[in-house]
């Protein structure tokens, strides 16, 4: 009920407690109803309008009329749509007189008050279809696909017609309303076949326009019938050899390809793929040696015509049987000559399933190198192996092999990868044949690892032996041998010569000697020796020269058949752990650190233990210990850390192990157990915790001797070497992960006790000595050396030269960098005229020019974060004999250089952060006073007042932590010396050392010999010795060894990289005189073998940067002030 006007003005002139009285009444007499909200009805939530709509209301109630306004931005402003217009609920709106859009409102308004729509959107354009496929010429199967684009802003479904006569007719509906997706699955098993199909599409977009159809261009063909096909051969009784033809008839008028599936189980499971697109001609050449031999085979086929259609499978009516004789990886390389390099002459050893014989006509053609380049070289050769189940190819000239590493065919393609070797598919029939006639047979690509070989001297004639140890007794630098001599001969030591040979100096210990152990135990730094023996054990002082005196002591009663010498107590020194026979207890003797031993007094087990391995089993901290038994499981005893030992048995292990090692051999991080055993090898798994719930993975077969580790393949894991009575050595690769397969190696058959290994050569790679005896073969007491080659594995890297840009390039180095963020290496290099060139690297060996800087001349200079805004700032140096200030450029990032106005000193360098505080700092050097400039992060500099003077003059400098103490170093040379200045990691600096050598005119600093230290390589710009490396100790500082390089005479620069990835260091330098630019490679030890000369005359230095992001050095080279021979520009990129 509404109140009428009067009733309403008199109700004003009441106080409002009489008007909220009678408004209470009224409510409660029911005049105080009120009206139904508004509400607009249409248009709703995300409509799309188009043409003539009608907008609904309702809820205004009794008003007379209502207004209508719209927007165009989302509600944001309204204007007039029609104005008092009758409130029947509905109202007539012609859409087409606003433009397309998606942001529309329209709201009604009354005197009740006002609703609006939700957002909604004008569209009166009709969408664009245009069909893609199939748009004629295609062959479409049973179940086709058909595909178009849409253009519009609001699509929404597709009509799709056929027509089966070239487009007269579309009277075949595919579908009246697909969504508007852009593909739709046609069924076309129920079109007839034919040749004069289109498709016809017509688009409706959401707001109901609908666009113009398109159709197919010309006709496409629909064959909805599937092909049939009938398995031919093999077809069931056959036995399948090498590359066998899978042949089979199909019927079809579109003929496509075939599908071919194997299964080894008589036809239970198809569950191996031959191959999935075998063009359908009614054969294909399977290599059937890829599967193991065996006699329930059959093979399924199934064909896809060219429309798709896909047959019914036809499979083998019977089983069939495959023979084939395999190449068993992985092939062996073997560095014959011994020169780190591969070459003619050295040989691949290749082990075959069975028995072979190699006949006259058999060739090197007959293999398959995979790998891209790979060549065994002109006349190689193929011969009987010194097994029947072997052969030998001998490479001959220019080969390209490279045998460290992992096979990859994925990598075939890169040059650079391991390489794989398998017998081509087709081999020369009756070439290299099994004994009953059948040929040897492609089984997939074999990778080839590396083989140590038999060093050609004669073995050690000796007496015969139980085990060996090796250890540097004299101080020279090469390891010598130690041998424990059995039935009651005198041990001897014996001295290495450096080549795989000693020479035997001492005999000692008349007792029947089982094991010996080298270790430090009386603290004076020579290596003593322990011995277990048949009665009393016995330690021998080291007088420092080697020579072995007898200590006196007499360690236990028993039978020792094992030592070790290990750190029990955690005091610090060696204590004794000797391993016992006859069921007698193990025992520890603790060191007092002075060589004399005291009996722990535990009884550990009442064994007959043949071996021990100690390692921190449990992970807390202490070395525990594994012990080996003979006819018994064996034990893993835990320390409490203070030597005192509890024993756990470890279940279903062997009763007859002969030596264990340990080493964590799947990488997770704690240490596991490998054991040799009369019987088989066992892998014993470590949870971590000291146990080995997996229990022992069984390996090989019996009288396996000698254990030990060693990364045979070189793919960066520990593989095992086993040394077996009555036979040959086994190596055992390991994938990574602790599964190993076995790999059997050419050595010296037995009776082989014993393998030792380390680096009895210049060389550095990982060498094989086998103790023998005893027994009574022909080998007995023969101790036989066998050369690694791990260099040999890779070969020298070539070398391309490229010319950059001619120009008046300075001699000096330039600074290497990425200066323009792309992740590419940039070079900046100095010119005559004072400018500094910024050469911009494009990642794959090329540089472009970029904004040159600078202007004053210069002689090089330093990359370096100078403001810490991330990017690489240029300190450039101006000669420490003129006047001019060096200078300093700032980068805007993108390798644009402003010079910053700072004026430094005359001689300046950036090394790094040389006080700990963060920022990059600056050492300025004037004469021989050596000044720190403090670093600030808005990259102003200030002297801190921190000098060092050095008395003579300085010539050049480099910069690095020799001390491994974490702050930097340097090194500043004169005419006579080189000075070692100490850092104390905040900036204070101290001589400590002064290098005799003259006239230095490089200097680099690097691990040489590998023994976790810098060393540092000097180079000589006159006098005889031109290139000197130094040792360095922690102890002693630095120990010079002077060396020569190539009979040159001036060394003017260095630096050292890995060139032919065998893990040493690598020299590269450059002949003042002569422009010669040097390769040798490192020997791991100090030692360079010549690796060159490769001549780039007029060089006159380089720098090592890997501009093509391939991994490995390449060679800037800088050819001094525009000296450089016509043909040759002046600077170069050699890329490797």
Not at 369 to 377: E, H, N, T, V, Y
Not at 734 to 754: I, K, Q, S, W
Not at 889 to 906: E, M
Not at 1067 to 1082: I, K, P, Q, S, Y
């Amino acid at each position: 009920m509404t109140s009428s006007p009067q009733y309403s003005q008199a109700l004003r002139g009441r106080s409002r407690t009489t008007a909220l009285t009678l408004g209470l009444l009224a409510a409660s007499c029911g005049g105080g109803s009120s009206d139904p909200v508004p509400t607009v009805n249409a248009p709703g939530a995300g409509a799309v309008w188009s043409g003539q709509r009608t907008i609904f209301w309702s809820g205004f109630g009794s008003d007379g009329t209502v207004d209508i306004t719209i927007s165009d931005d989302g509600g944001a402003t309204f204007t007039t749509l029609v104005a008092g217009t009758p409130n029947d609920g509905s109202h007539a709106f012609d859409t087409a007189i606003y433009p397309d859009d998606s942001d529309y409102q329209v709201r009604v308004s009354g005197q009740k008050g006002s609703d609006r729509s939700p957002v909604f959107a004008i569209d009166n354009t009709a969408p664009v279809i245009s069909l893609t496929a199939p748009n004629g010429g295609e062959l479409v199967g049973a179940a086709g696909t058909i595909t178009w684009t849409t253009t519009d802003a609001n699509v929404g479904t597709v009509q799709i017609l056929a027509s089966a006569d070239g487009g007269a007719n579309y009277g075949i509906t595919v579908a009246n309303a697909a969504p508007d997706t852009g593909t739709y699955a046609w069924d076309a098993s129920n079109i007839a076949g034919g040749t004069t199909y289109r498709i016809q599409v017509t688009a409706t977009d959401r707001g109901g326009n609908v666009s113009t159809a398109d159709a197919s261009d010309a006709d496409f063909e629909v064959d909805s019938t599937p092909p049939v096909i009938s398995l031919m051969s093999p077809n069931g009784g056959e036995t399948v050899t090498g590359i066998e033809d899978i042949t089979w008839m199909t019927t079809d008028d579109n003929l496509g390809t075939v599908e071919i599936y194997l299964s080894s189980n008589g036809g239970t499971s198809y569950d191996e793929t031959i191959v999935l697109d075998a063009a359908d001609t009614g054969s294909f050449p399977w290599e059937s040696g890829r599967v193991e031999d065996g006699a329930n085979y059959r093979v399924r086929v199934v064909a896809v015509d060219g429309a798709g259609n896909r047959s019914t499978p036809d499979s083998s009516d019977a089983n069939f049987t495959t023979r084939n004789v395999r190449l068993q990886g992985p092939a062996h390389y073997r560095d014959t000559n011994g020169n780190g390099i591969i070459d003619q002459g050295d040989q691949l050893y290749l082990r075959y399933s069975e028995q072979v014989i190699v006949n006259m006509n058999a060739d090197a053609a007959d293999f398959k190198l995979p790998k891209a380049g790979d060549m065994l070289g002109g006349g190689a050769t193929v011969e009987q192996g010194d097994e029947n189940f072997t052969i030998l190819i001998t490479l001959g000239s220019n080969p390209v092999l490279r045998t460290r590493g992992v096979y990859d065919p994925a990598l075939d393609m890169d040059p650079d990868a391991p390489s794989g070797i398998d017998m081509e598919g087709v081999v020369t029939p009756d070439s290299i044949e099994a004994v009953d006639g059948t040929d040897v047979s492609s089984v997939g690509p074999v990778e080839i690892t590396i083989q140590p070989v038999p060093f050609s001297v004669t073995a050690i004639e000796t007496v015969e032996a139980r085990r060996g140890a090796v250890g540097d007794l004299d101080g020279d630098g090469i390891l010598d041998l130690v041998l424990a001599v059995i039935d009651g001969d005198a041990s001897q030591r014996w001295s290495g010569n450096g080549n795989l040979t000693w020479t035997m100096v001492q005999t000692f210990d008349t007792a029947d000697t089982r094991d010996v152990a080298l270790g430090d135990v009386d603290g004076d730094g020579d290596l003593d020796v322990v011995t277990a023996v048949a009665g009393p054990n016995q330690v021998w002082f080291n007088d420092g020269s080697g020579n072995l005196v007898d200590s006196s002591q007499g360690l236990g009663a028993a039978t020792s058949q094992s030592v070790e010498l290990f750190d029990a107590d955690g005091d610090g020194d060696l204590d004794a752990l000797f391993a016992n026979l006859d069921n007698m207890p193990n025992q520890v003797w603790f060191n007092d650190g002075n060589g004399v031993f005291m009996n722990s007094g535990q009884s550990l087990g009442n064994r007959s233990t043949q071996a021990v391995a100690f390692a921190d089993l449990d992970g807390d901290g202490d070395i525990d210990f594994f012990a080996a038994n003979d006819g018994e499981n064996s034990e893993v005893w835990r320390n409490n850390g203070s030597g005192v030992f509890a024993g756990t048995a470890i279940p279903v292990t062997s009763t007859n192990g002969r030596d264990v090692k340990a080493a964590d051999l799947d990488g997770d991080g704690d240490i596991d157990i490998f054991m040799s055993a009369l019987g088989q090898n066992q892998f014993l798994r470590n949870a971590g915790d000291g146990t080995f719930p997996d229990g022992p993975v069984f390996y090989g077969n019996n009288d396996n001797r000698g254990v030990d580790f060693f990364d045979i393949d070189g793919d960066g894991d520990l593989d095992v070497i086993t040394a077996k009575n009555f036979d040959s050595g086994r190596y055992w690769i390991n994938d990574g992960d602790g599964n190993f397969t076995e790999d059997r190696v050419d050595l010296l058959p037995g009776p082989a006790n014993d393998v030792v290994i380390g680096r009895f050569d210049s060389d550095s790679d990982i060498d094989l000595l086998i103790i023998n005896g005893p027994d009574q073969m022909t080998n007995s007491g023969q101790h036989q050396p066998y050369g690694g080659s791990v260099s040999g594995g890779q070969p020298l890297a070539n070398y391309e030269a490229t010319a950059l840009t001619d120009g008046p390039w300075q001699s000096g180095k330039p600074a290497k960098g990425d200066v323009n963020g792309d992740g590419t290496m940039d070079l900046l290099v100095p010119d005559v005229a004072g400018s500094v060139n910024v050469l911009l690297g494009d990642g794959v060996g090329g540089f472009t020019l970029g904004t040159a800087f600078g202007g004053a001349g210069g002689t090089g200079g330093d990359l370096f974060d100078g403001d810490g805004d991330g990017d690489l700032d240029y300190l450039q140096r101006l000669g420490s004999t003129g006047t001019v200030a060096d200078r300093y450029f700032v980068n805007d990032g993108s390798g644009t250089f402003t010079d910053s106005g700072l004026s430094l000193g005359l001689e300046t360098y950036a090394p790094g952060d040389m006080d700990g505080d963060g920022d990059a700092d600056l050492v300025v050097i004037t004469g021989a006073v050596v000044e720190s400039w403090d670093g600030f992060d808005n990259g102003t500099f200030m002297p801190t007042g921190q000098t060092l003077d050095l008395v003579t003059d300085h010539v050049i400098a480099a910069f690095g932590d020799f001390d491994q103490d974490g702050d930097i170093d340097f090194f500043s040379s004169d005419t006579t010396s080189v000075r070692v200045v100490e850092n104390d990691g905040i900036g204070a600096w101290s001589l400590v050392d002064t290098i005799t050598f003259p006239s230095t005119g490089a200097i680099a600093m690097g691990d040489l010999d590998r023994d976790g230290d810098m060393d540092l390589v000097l180079g000589s710009t006159s006098g005889s010795t031109n290139l000197s490396w130094s040792e360095f100790d922690a102890l002693t500082g630095f120990a010079t060894v002077q060396t020569s390089l190539n009979n040159t005479s001036v060394i003017n620069d260095i630096e050292l990289a890995d060139r032919n990835e065998d893990g040493r260091l690598d020299l590269f330098a450059v002949d003042g005189a002569t422009g010669n630019r040097f390769l040798n490679l490192g020997g791991g030890n100090g030692t360079f073998n010549s690796g060159g000369p490769q001549s780039f005359v007029g060089m006159s230095s380089l720098s090592l940067i890997d501009v093509d992001r391939d991994g490995d050095p390449d060679i800037y080279g800088a050819f001094g002030n525009g000296g450089a021979p016509a043909a040759v520009a002046d600077q170069l990129m050699i890329l490797n």
